[in-house]
């Protein structure tokens, strides 16, 4: 081989080396660049999946605070974990942080990624921090541990009765008594208002007939005031007498006494696998007199007379705590009384059906005063001198009338006369109203348009006889309303505005005059007395007055007179007997 040719080939195996050497570089560079966009990536997934633990951590915390409030900080020595609480665990070592959101199984454990398995029954908060951050420690010493209650968890609590709803509640271990006791009532008058709505509607389908019974029914209820609250599962529940069966213990509870003292231990929070029983209110003690709120009370066990004072909100001022009179009745039938001190009410338990009056020391109520609302300067109460001042005397002092006022007419009750029962009127309702005379149904028609202690009169009628006012009246001035109301068989019925100059005949003509079924008659409804009177010429008319022209009957022609042929058949068979009987 000569020199050339070995140059030449010793070039050609240079190139070759050359190019195996560059691809050796060119590998090496690609694997390198693949390993930092593989670390690039790993890096980004791992903070994008730190900012969806925030973005859902947050969401979690957002959706816990909308279905729980607390009422006060959660004691970690108390509170008992159990499945579904979340816990935020935060890792630090030396050169990386883990934050982890782990929930407590179904199952009562707590899986730690990395580390194992908690178990968490039966633990109390502060035992199972010591035991996450044991648990951790024995993976890694030199790591620092947070560990945040984050989100506590629902479960369904039993609740026995007899009442409608009872079943299973959705609750957390930081619902008392009374938030689970609220929510039984609150879930039941969803269910009445949701009947109510569904009674509502199928009433479109009644017949008028029935539907007119019904507005006339309910009229009376509200005019005379006899409507009252039927009782309902929810408001016979025991409120002194709930018991919590918690394993072998039982718990009682009392949400009256706690609305009065508020005394924690009367109302406990809820713990999972308790059962609540509520029972019906059995028996009852009264309490009157010196007391804040005298009244009917739900009696319990082991009571003393202070707790039943205490419950009744309590002494007045003005009581005589060293006289309270007890009533007592025993199995034998015997009422016995006797006179306790303050002292001595500690120390005296309550029996059922008791009936204890705190005196007062002088007359609970000695301030006479009456009430004037309306269309006047200064309305508010003001007091008076029994027999001495009158309603012109309260007018004057609460500043005169205001400009827009109907000063012609002013209305008087009494918040303490209303609450006396009409007898006579409940004795009228206890019959049936076709066997009423008619002097009863006067007796109703005219209760029904004067409530009971009540004055509707003119101010000028007022002032000539001085009228006295007493204590506890309400006196209202109304706003005045210059209109006069056209109704019935008219071609636009409605309000016009008032004329002393226009009589009722005006005003119909006003109202487009009658309509082609407009019957003969026709009536005026003063405002003042309710009453009914048949429309006369030059007919007078105070504004408020009602003028009604009543529309003709519909009524059948062929049964109108087949009813006529009938009538005149059985006048001529009358007659006929007659005639013969006179013959014989």
Request: aromatic fraction near 10%; proline fraction near 3%.
């Amino acid at each position: 081989m000569t020199p050339i040719e070995t140059s030449i080939n010793q070039y050609y195996n240079m190139m070759k080396l050359l190019k195996i050497l560059l691809a050796v570089m060119c590998v090496q560079g690609l694997s390198k660049f693949q390993n930092l966009d593989l670390n690039t990536l790993r890096f980004a997934q791992r903070q994008a999946s730190k900012v969806n633990n925030v973005n859902s951590n947050f969401s979690k915390k957002n959706k816990s605070q909308e279905n729980f409030i607390a009422d006060k900080l959660i004691n970690p020595d108390e509170y008992i974990v159990g499945p579904g609480d979340q816990f935020h665990i935060n890792i630090i070592s030396s050169n990386e942080t883990f934050d982890h959101n782990l929930i407590i199984s179904p199952t009562g454990q707590l899986l730690i990624p990395s580390v194992g398995m908690v178990n968490c029954s039966n633990l109390k908060l502060s035992q199972l921090i010591k035991e996450i951050k044991k648990q951790i420690k024995s993976w890694n010493t030199s790591v620092k541990i947070n560990v945040e209650l984050e989100v506590i968890r629902q479960f369904r609590l039993l609740v026995v009765g007899q009442f409608s709803n009872a079943g299973y509640f959705i609750v957390t271990p930081m619902t008392r008594v009374s938030d689970l006791f609220n929510q039984i009532e609150s879930e039941y008058n969803q269910k009445v208002k949701e009947a109510v709505k569904v009674n509502k509607e199928s009433s479109f389908s009644e017949t008028f007939g029935m539907r007119s019974r019904i507005a006339v029914d309910d009229f009376y209820n509200r005019k005379l005031g006899l409507e009252e609250e039927s009782d309902n599962d929810i408001s016979l529940l025991s409120k002194r007498n709930i018991l919590i069966l918690r394993k072998k213990d039982t718990i009682e509870v009392d949400l009256e006494k706690f609305k009065v003292t508020g005394n924690p231990n009367l109302n406990p929070y809820i713990h999972q696998e308790d059962v609540i029983k509520i029972p019906y209110k059995k028996q009852f003690f009264t309490v009157h007199g010196g007391v804040q709120k005298p009244g009917e009370f739900e009696y319990k066990n082991g009571d003393f007379i202070i707790d039943a004072v205490t419950i009744a909100g309590g002494y007045h001022p003005d009581a005589i705590i060293d006289s309270i009179s007890l009533i007592r009745t025993d199995k034998r039938n015997i009422t016995e009384s006797t006179y306790l001190t303050n002292e001595e009410a500690k120390n005296t338990f309550i029996e059922s059906e008791d009936h204890i009056m705190v005196p007062f020391s002088y007359n609970k109520d000695p301030h006479n005063i009456v009430e004037i609302i309306g269309e006047i300067n200064y309305p508010g109460t003001y007091p008076i001198d029994i027999g001495q001042t009158t309603i012109n005397d309260i007018i004057d002092v609460a500043g005169g009338f205001l400009s827009s006022a109907d000063s012609s007419i002013v209305y008087i009750n009494n918040s303490e006369i209303v609450k006396i029962p009409d007898r006579e009127l409940e004795r009228i309702l206890l019959k049936d109203e076709i066997n009423r005379s008619i002097e009863e149904k006067a007796y109703v028609k005219a209760r029904i348009r004067t409530e009971k202690g009540a004055l509707e009169t003119s101010l000028k009628t007022i002032k000539d006889k001085n009228h006295l006012v007493t204590n506890k009246d309400v006196i209202y001035i109304q706003r005045y309303f210059p209109y006069i109301e056209v109704i019935g068989a008219v071609e636009s019925p409605g309000r016009y505005p008032f004329s002393s100059k226009y009589d009722a005949k005006d005003y119909i003509k006003l109202a487009g005059g009658i309509t082609k079924n407009a019957s003969r008659k026709r009536f005026v409804i003063k405002s003042t007395t309710g009453q009914r009177l048949k429309m006369k010429n030059k007919q007078e008319l105070h504004y408020g007055d009602v003028v009604f022209v009543p529309e003709k009957l519909d009524y059948n022609e062929w049964y109108a007179a087949k009813e006529l042929v009938s009538a005149l058949y059985q006048s001529g068979l009358l007659i006929y007997y007659i005639q013969t009987i006179l013959q014989r």
